[in-house]
């Protein structure tokens, strides 16, 4: 096997889709803002942010049912590959479903919590309570993708996310401007494209999987297996607890520095972001490969793949270094008019240009450690880094109080440094013959 081809094979359909992501919130936002009114755009914005928070911490759909299935893959084991495609898919159902009923409770909690203006509030709760009828399309989607990943295709998964996307631009382009439904068409028009979705990942996961994709219930709710896939996805779902945590609080932290240094660390976590969308390709290759070759028990092509993926890591991280301190100043100029944000960005040029190295080793060891399924020494490693951003950002010599713009991003950059480093560490012993065998035998 050509190692390198078959990373560029897997990741470059994940970089893509991860790039087509914020193409949806774009264009909702210009949709929104051809309605004669500003309101309808931080409407749109308001409304996104609550359904990002409301499913961001089911993101173990994903990660988790991608490393089982990996090793499913490599073991070539389909009655396993069955039971986790079926588990997965039916607790997505569930979850969303119960999101669904919640759905009340939760919009007022978060709309408390981002408190916006009364007639940006009326118009997000609007828009929250149609799109969150899409919740259990959502998350089902969110779990047959995670197979995919784990059955070593992303272009399929990329198929998925582009399609739903552009329905969701023509439905709402549909409804609000030709059927004038007005400023609801939008929320509708992604209800309607997350279900289609999820029937169109249906059709493609069973030709993936050549008609036998489903298994009895009974082989569902029972066995070691269940015990598993709740302990992985357990550990992965209070990890993305404590990175949401840290990431509302750079939020929160930078609001309360002003307006400049909020709109500034806007502008500062695009660069982070736009990073991320590159890295997470490479992660979601990393939990393909890795999880695939422990299953068959091939330590050999599993180090190889390792070496192989640390190389381009750190390719991309020093490509993207290069990028960011010679062209920070065009890029903030791309993102923003405002001549405050440019200045004040422009004296956090050397934070920016440190981004890539200081954040990358954090983005493909968790895909490795997904991908072998060591997810409790993964979550151990994200509370131990967690725990630091929160001592080093508000613990001082004289008490404990608000860090300063420096402070807050020397806070959360050690916070991805340590979370990679905790996990280099312990790579030796993931990657050991010992470790995956202890995989095979569960």
Not at 42 to 70: D, E, H, K, P
Not at 167 to 172: G, L
Request: charged fraction near 10%; proline fraction near 3%.
């Amino acid at each position: 096997m050509k190692i390198n081809r078959e990373i560029l094979r897997l990741s470059i359909p994940a970089i893509v889709s991860n790039i087509t992501v914020p193409l949806l919130g774009l264009t909702d936002t210009a949709i929104a803002g051809h309605l004669d009114a500003d309101l309808f755009i931080g409407a749109i914005a308001v409304g996104s942010m609550m359904l990002n928070v409301t499913f961001w911490l089911f993101g173990f759909l994903r990660m988790g049912t991608t490393g089982l299935t990996a090793q499913a893959y490599g073991g070539n084991d389909r009655r396993r590959l069955r039971e986790i495609f079926s588990r997965s898919f039916f607790l997505g159902l569930c979850i969303g479903t119960v999101l669904l009923s919640l759905s009340v409770p939760l919009r007022e909690m978060l709309l408390v919590a981002i408190s916006p203006d009364p007639s940006v509030r009326a118009l997000a709760s609007e828009y929250y309570t149609v799109c969150i009828f899409s919740a259990p399309a959502m998350l089902a989607t969110t779990a047959i993708q995670g197979w995919l990943f784990g059955m070593q295709t992303t272009m399929l998964p990329m198929v998925i996310s582009i399609s739903v996307n552009i329905i969701n631009i023509a439905t709402s382009l549909i409804l609000v401007f030709i059927l004038k439904t007005g400023f609801i068409g939008i929320a509708y028009g992604t209800l309607t494209a997350n279900w289609v979705g999820v029937f169109l990942a249906l059709v493609i996961a069973k030709r993936k999987a050549h008609g036998r994709l489903w298994c009895g219930i009974g082989n569902i709710i029972s066995g070691e297996d269940l015990k598993r896939f709740f302990s992985v996805n357990s550990d992965i779902f209070f990890r993305s607890g404590c990175i949401m945590a840290v990431s509302l609080t750079t939020t929160a932290v930078g609001a309360r520095l002003g307006e400049l240094t909020l709109a500034t660390n806007a502008v500062m976590m695009q660069f982070f972001h736009f990073f991320s969308f590159f890295m997470d390709g490479f992660a979601f290759t990393a939990e393909a490969l890795t999880g695939r070759f422990a299953g068959a028990g091939d330590l050999l092509m599993l180090k190889r793949s390792r070496n192989a993926l640390l190389v381009w890591s750190a390719s991309m991280a020093m490509f993207f270094f290069m990028a960011y301190a010679l062209f920070s100043p065009y890029i903030v100029s791309l993102i923003t008019d405002s001549p405050t944000v440019r200045e004040n960005a422009g004296s956090y040029r050397l934070c920016l240009s440190l981004i890539p190295p200081l954040t990358v080793a954090a983005f493909i060891y968790d895909g490795f450690f997904i991908g072998l399924t060591a997810t409790r020494r993964m979550l151990v490693a994200t509370i131990l880094s967690a725990s630091a951003f929160f001592m080093i950002c508000f613990l001082h010599a004289d008490g404990i109080h608000l860090p300063d713009n420096n402070g807050l991003w020397t806070s959360f950059l050690v916070y991805l440094l340590l979370r990679g480093m905790l996990l280099a560490f312990q790579s030796n012993k993931v990657f050991s013959q010992d470790y995956i065998k202890t995989l095979r035998s569960a």
